[in-house]
């Protein structure tokens, strides 16, 4: 299987602390893959390190390649703000900027990348991100008068508008309700049919309903990787097992 | 109960002391107000607002050059000041652990604990010496070395207010680091930046020492920025030490207006900002 994303023995961490350890794994294009364990196992990390963010942090190393589309992003000539582009990101809590419209939130990251007809853009982003029906008509209110979900919504319309081939979604449900979780969920699925996706979830039971494929991180490494059904029902080891039936975290 | 009545007394006692302290820290402030409005007052008209200054011995006048030479002295301070201090606060709050920044917050510190008289003199030796006399400019560049560090400060913190995950969200976006630093950062953080500005030009408006040997005084109105330039702070000075009663009762209308001018940037700050008050 030749993936969208090529992890060979990647190793990260934070000054002395070692979070990654030899981490390889193929996430396949046009599917939704999705990352669980315990807290602390180095799940959002891993993510972290697929669009060069990780590397921000003060301290932050990276070790070993990342492969998009059979290229190293952290070789010499990579250049960290293309990759950011075509490796999108939504994150766990709401972040909308807010300092600027509901529009001009969408528009921004297609202003920088000077992309055309921006007023389309906008439009498409938000219906790819189900909210335009709920906020056409006030475009250039503050993001801060949306609910969480719709928030968390239009940071997603947020990652679509710069046209990216892969979307990471880091926990995005973890600050939601249940109704609004379930319409992020079903945006997912949809956006299966156009991106490469990769979630990281502590929820075990929105990895089985959404994700093609599923890894299992424990204490920094790789335990598991396979089809969703087959790590839920038959999982081969022992420690995946014992996660799934919730003996432990 | 005699235990909780023991306690309510104690409560009832300190509460009492922290009023006391408080009306006792508003005296001075509203005793200044009081006697500048009480003898400030009566002096103010249309020509005191509008006028030039008497001869001595003449009856009448205004301050009408030394409020337009204020406004320009601290508008030239704030052209200067402004952009050289957000730039220097920025840079602290986007990257506070670089050696650079550490250096720009040692002399932001230092600067903040120079005497006024000392800036004075520096202005004094970088532009009067110079350009061979007093001028509006070198009381503009006096005024923007005392602005430089409130303005640099109030940046930085303001800067640091803005939560990382915007950072983030932009550079996620494959959005530069500048054109997060301005586009993002700064936007979010320009209710703040402004906040410090308009306080900080409250601030230097009032301020003599550093005027005195650098924008000096005039008698007549503004006449370009490389010549001497009456202010309101000079002028009560220069008014206030003479040996005339009424140029002392035009003293005290001129500190009437400077009070005022201050008392209304803030209090606009303040409804501006919603807070704070």
Known sequence: MKGKIEVRELNAGFGSTHVLKNISMSIPENRVTAIIGPSGCGKSTFVRCLNRIHELVPNAWVRGEVLLDGRNIYSQEADPVDIRRRVGMVFQKPNPFPAMSIYDNIAYGARIHRMKDIPKIVERSLRKAALWDEVKHRLKDSPASLSGGQQQRLCIARALAVEPEVVLFDEPCSALDPVATAKIEDLILELRENYTIVIVTHNMQQAARIADYTAFFLMGELVEFGETAQIFENPRDKRTEDYITGRFG | ?277
């Open chain 2, 1 to 277: 109960m005699p235990e909780l009545e023991w306690r309510r007394l104690k409560d009832r006692l300190f509460t009492a002391f922290c009023i006391c302290s408080t009306a006792l820290a508003l005296i001075p402030l509203g005793s200044m107000l009081y006697t500048i409005f009480m003898k400030g007052f009566s002096v103010i008209s249309l020509s005191f607002l509008t006028g030039l200054p008497a001869p001595p011995g003449e009856p009448g006048g205004g301050f009408g050059n030394a409020i337009q030479g204020s406004l320009i002295v601290v508008g030239i301070a704030s052209a200067i000041g402004i952009p050289l201090g957000i730039a220097a606060g920025m840079y602290l709050g986007e990257y506070p652990n670089s050696r650079l920044s550490r250096a720009i917050s040692f002399t932001a510190d230092v600067l903040t604990g120079v005497p006024s008289i000392i800036t004075g003199i520096f202005a004094y030796m970088l532009v009067v010496l110079r350009f061979g006399g007093f001028s509006a400019l070198a009381g503009g560049i006096a005024l923007a070395t005392m602005m430089l560090p409130f303005i640099v400060r109030t940046t930085e913190e303001a800067m640091k207010l803005v939560p990382w995950e915007l950072r983030e969200a932009s550079l996620a976006l494959g959005a530069p680091r500048w054109r997060t630093t301005l586009q993002v950062v700064l936007s979010t953080a320009r209710f703040g930046i402004a906040t410090g500005i308009l306080l900080t030009i409250a601030r230097i408006a009032g301020e003599t020492a550093p005027l005195l040997f650098t924008a000096f005084n005039n008698r007549f109105w503004f006449d370009g920025v490389m010549q001497p330039v009456a202010t309101l702070p000079v002028m009560i000075y220069t008014y206030a030490i003479s040996p005339f009663d009424d140029w002392h009762a035009q003293a005290w209308g001129g500190a009437l207006v400077l009070v005022t001018m201050i008392l209304l940037l803030n209090m606009g700050v303040r409804l501006a900002t919603g807070r704070r008050w």
